[in-house]
């Protein structure tokens, strides 16, 4: 299980430490944030204890309301869980109360840099936790974005993956990942393909070497993350291997449970694969539109065969 401390989350969003310095190395395991509510007036039966709690204006409204023997009974029963830590996103003005029981506690107390709508920084803290926190493979390969959709080289060393993704580079599409690339399981229904940070922005080239995408072509070049929507192979070419049919029979790969369509490109001096992975890329977005260039051609001859029909028996 992936995990993250509370430190990383201060870092990454700037917060404000209130209480609970010493206890900045508490795990957070969950990706995604908890408003206490019902557990504000005593209902505990489904209180998610792992997850990071947020108090937005709501919340520290009616905590200001109570009397001093209510709210201590109430904030009492709510860090007697010990969750990972509060954030407080409506200012830090009254917060003397909270403060106490959250150091009794060795509970970080945070609060952001300034008040914040908390239903908006809510999504914000969600997206970053999912993906610092999902399960992650690294493959060999390479990742590209074309036209706005994720796609993975696969193949042996040297089949030409690189090549080919510079290429694609050269043509306005940008790259995400050289070498390895690391995926992340976002949803049951999506792969995020990124980058290791130690090769961000770099292509390897054979007989070239290294290269920086982003000094030599601009930061259109590089795009730190994608989603991964087709799976592709590049092969050596095979003579007779491939047929010309109306439409290819979709393959799945199947990564961490999550099945991405896959299918072969064979490499041949002289082939246009960049642009072979170009059209791949935009037919891949029509069928998502619900259009199919083969159902369409099929339709065409059906509605030739009963004109000619019709014709015939005219005469």
Known sequence: ????????????FSLKVLAGENQLHNIITQSRVHRP????????????????????????????????E???????????YHPPCFIVTAGEEGLTYLKHHCEEQGIPLLITNKPEVT??????????????????IAVHGVCVNVSGIGI??????????????????????RLVADDIVVLK???????????DEKTKEFLALRSIGLLNVVRLYG????????????????????????????????NYTEYMGVKIPSFEIQLQPGRDVAGLIEAAANNWYLKQQGYSAAEEFLSRIEAEITDSCTENKDL
């Open 219 to 250: 930061r259109k070049a590089f795009q730190d993350e994608t989603r991964i929507a087709l799976d592709i192979h590049l092969t050596k070419w095979e003579k007779d291997a491939l047929y010309n049919e109306l439409e290819q029979k979709v």
């Open 119 to 136: 239903s908006e920084y809510i999504p914000k803290l969600d997206a970053y936790l999912v993906k610092e926190l999902a399960p992650e």
């Open 1 to 12: 299980m992936k995990k993250i401390t509370v430190e990383t989350l201060v870092q990454k």
């Open 185 to 195: 399981k976002l949803s049951p229904q999506t792969i995020l393909g990124t980058h």
């Open 152 to 173: 993975l080289l696969r193949g042996n060393s040297g089949v030409g993956k690189s090549e080919t993704a510079h290429t694609l580079i050269r043509r306005g599409h």
């Open 70 to 80: 209510e709210r201590k009974i109430r904030i009492g029963n709510i860090v007697h």
């Open 37 to 68: 509510g019902l557990e504000f007036v005593g209902h505990f039966d489904f209180f998610p204890t792992e997850r990071v709690q947020i108090l937005g204006k709501k919340e520290i409204t009616y905590l200001h309301k109570l009397s001093h």
